[in-house]
Every structure is written in C-alpha cells, then in structure tokens.
C-alpha cells in the first residue's frame, strides 16, 4: 500500500470513530511514516514523539492511539504529536499551542505515589463515563470528545461512578 492509500485509510478510520487528524498533509504523512518505522522496528506503532523501549508492555500507553490522545484533544485541541486534533481545531476556533507530555507527568507522579493502603482497594483512580446514547462505557479522567459506537459528542456523557 502506498503512503497516500496509507494516509487516506488512516484518516477515514479515524473520522469514521470520530476523530480528525491535522489538516497538514505532509505533516501527518511524515507522522505516519514515521509509526511504520515503529512498527518495523519495534513490532508495534508507537508514538513517533515519544521513545520506544523496545518492550511492548512498558510502552502499551504510547500505542498510537496512545492512551493520553482524548485528554489532549479535550484540554488542549490535539494529541503531544498533533497527529489528531479537535473539530474545533479544524474550524479555527482554537489554535493549537504547545502539548504538555502526560506521560512524563504520569511517570513522575507514579513514582511519588505511596503504596495503596486497604482502606483504598477496590477504589477507582479515574470517573466511569457513561453514554446516554448508546451505553457505552469509558473509565477515563473525561469523557471522550466523541462516542466511539454512536459519535454523540461528549456533552452526551454522564459520570456514574
């Protein structure tokens, strides 16, 4: 398969769940070049923004679509890599600034995290999102920007737990 069948096929998946990658052609195409690298190397598409161990488990979050890509789009408008962004982005109601690294942040906070204690198992670290839709089911700090089954918006969204 070509680059631009590539590039198409990637980006009709994408919009067919909802999502929308950056209107930068050439940007994306280079981003995505960039993931088969990855996957030739390494066996899976990591993040191309992001350092790759080499071992699948360790770098399960910065699978593309990595695990931070709704948070993002949802506080800043698009993922660290810009790989996809916001409708809001795409209509120019948002520009797109710089993207803090989640995953730095989570790793430095994990590593301060004191060890659970009883009284917190069973506990849920992140809300459980609800669509009212469809039924659909996330367990995320924020729902998603769109339902992946229905595409209701996320104002269509309830936290349950």
């Known amino acids: ?12 998946d994408a919009e067919k769940n909802g999502y929308f990658l950056n209107e930068d052609i050439e940007f994306v195409k280079a981003l995505l070049e960039s ?3 990855n996957i030739d190397r390494y066996g899976y598409a990591n993040c191309p923004c992001r350092l790759a ?3 699948k488990k360790k770098d399960l ?9 709704d948070m993002d ?3 800043y408008g698009a993922c660290f890599c810009a790989l996809y962004v916001s409708e809001d982005v795409l209509n120019g109601k948002i520009k797109l600034n710089s993207i803090p ?4 942040e ?3 906070k994990n590593k301060k995290e004191v060890p659970i204690n009883s009284n917190e198992l069973g506990k849920l670290k992140v809300p459980i999102w609800n669509c009212k839709v469809c039924g659909y089911l996330c367990g995320k700090e924020k729902p998603p920007l769109k339902c992946p089954i229905c595409k209701a918006d996320s104002d ?4 349950i737990l």
């Open 53 to 55: 161990s080499g071992d």
């Open 106 to 108: 989570e790793l430095a």
């Open 101 to 104: 690294d989640r995953r730095m």
């Open 35 to 37: 993931i088969k690298v």
């Open 73 to 75: 789009l949802s506080d």
């Open 156 to 159: 269509r969204f309830e936290q």
């Open 61 to 69: 979050d910065m699978i593309c679509p990595c695990n931070y890509r």
């Open 1 to 12: 398969m070509g680059n631009f069948d590539f590039y198409e096929d990637f980006k009709k």
